[in-house]
């Protein structure tokens, strides 16, 4: 059932944390409107708890500093 609900958010990357854990993920965006956008359709097909995080560099960053980088066109 939950593999069903994933597939109508499109391409989706799967990441082993732990023996028996994954994290999903739902595409990499741009900007923040699209993120949000995406976010959306997730939380309507049924994750709740699905959310958007920001990386740079590999590493994860805050939204905020990810919004001043976009900002500032880094």
Same mark, same amino acid.
């Given at each position: 059932a939950e593999l069903k609900k994933m597939s109508k958010l499109g391409n989706i990357d *799967?990441? =082993? *944390? /732990? =023996? $028996?854990?994954?994290?999903?993920? =739902? /595409?990499?965006?741009? $900007?923040i409107e699209e993120a949000s956008t995406q976010l959306e359709k997730a939380k309507i097909a049924g994750f709740s708890d699905a959310f958007i995080f920001a990386t740079k560099d590999g +590493? +994860?960053?805050?939204? *905020? $500093? =990810?919004?001043?980088i976009l900002k500032e066109g880094r």
């Open positions: *799967k990441q =082993a *944390k /732990g =023996a $028996d854990m994954y994290e999903y993920y =739902a /595409g990499t965006y741009i $900007d +590493r +994860r960053i805050s939204l *905020k $500093d =990810a919004n001043q």
